[in-house]
């Protein structure tokens, strides 16, 4: 009798091994960055006292960039800076205090970023606001990365140029970097946000994650209501909203804290 059930334990096990429960099926994992924050307009309250985990994207230097980001970290979202860099089209306005632009040297460049660390408490990552022209300048990326690094950070290029320097030099120097899959509102509908979110989940499903960048502000609740309204049917697609860092923390694990 004890031989028999010694055979049965061993069939038990073997089945366990040969055959994948459930909790190993693949990981579907998608990040939802909401840049603008530290400005005024729609979405901002929706997504901060809402239940999706986004990544919050703060602004540096403005009135509310301490606030915005406070309260994202007291209800338990990831804070990030969204620095303002130099875009080939636009209005500087559009930039706010101490855009980083590409008639600045090295130091000045290193300056600014720290300051604008310093501006959004609870920061642990970095992605550009606008920055088409600055993202091209290798000399400008390389000072911003290099604070990257110093302040064991991670970073995420936001997409605003196919030129971008941020991946050839965050994976020279170490730093931790994500890449965005797709923009939610670049047209102002919620439909189209809902649109959006679709081709995320798609891409999510085909690579185990994806990432999207949507805003609060001018597009801020169409914004919110299209994820919100989408998020029945990612949680029918078994794919789960976690913080941007998530997608690179065994990365930032072993360029930081070597394990």
């Not at 970290?73 to 980083?100: A, Q, T, Y």
């Not at 632009?101 to 970095?126: F, W």
């Not at 950070?153 to 965050?170: E, Q, R």
């Not at 994650?209 to 299209?226: D, F, L, P, R």
Request: glycine share 8%; aromatic share 8%; net charge positive.
């Amino acid at each position: 009798m004890k031989t028999l059930r010694i055979f049965y334990f061993a069939v038990m096990v073997f089945s366990f091994l040969l055959y994948p429960t459930q909790s190993g099926a693949k990981q579907l994992r998608a990040a939802i960055i909401i840049d603008d924050f530290g400005g005024g307009g729609g979405g901002v309250n929706e997504f901060l006292e809402g239940d999706i985990p986004i990544t919050a994207a703060v602004m540096p230097f403005t009135e509310k960039s301490r606030e915005h980001a406070e309260w994202a970290h007291r209800n338990g979202f990831e804070v990030m800076v969204h620095l303002p860099m130099e875009p080939k089209k636009g209005k500087r306005s559009w930039l706010g205090p101490k855009p980083i632009t590409t008639d600045l040297n090295e130091d000045e460049v290193k300056k600014r970023v720290i300051e604008a660390i310093e501006s959004v408490p609870h920061a642990k990552g970095l992605n550009n606001h606008m920055g088409s022209r600055a993202v091209e300048n290798e000399t400008i990326v390389r000072a911003i990365v290099e604070v990257v690094k110093e302040k064991k950070m991670f970073l995420v290029d936001s997409g605003t140029s196919p030129k971008s320097k941020f991946p050839k030099i965050a994976k020279e120097l170490g730093v931790p970097l994500l890449s965005r899959d797709v923009f939610l509102d670049d047209i102002s509908s919620t439909a189209h946000v809902k649109k959006q979110m679709m081709i995320l989940a798609k891409i999510t499903e085909q690579k185990g994650e994806g990432i999207a960048i949507g805003h609060v502000g001018v597009t801020g609740k169409k914004c919110s209501t299209g994820i919100f309204e989408s998020m029945t049917y990612f949680k029918q697609r078994n794919i789960e909203i976690v913080p941007a860092s998530a997608l690179i923390m065994d990365e930032i694990r072993k360029q930081y804290f070597l394990f």
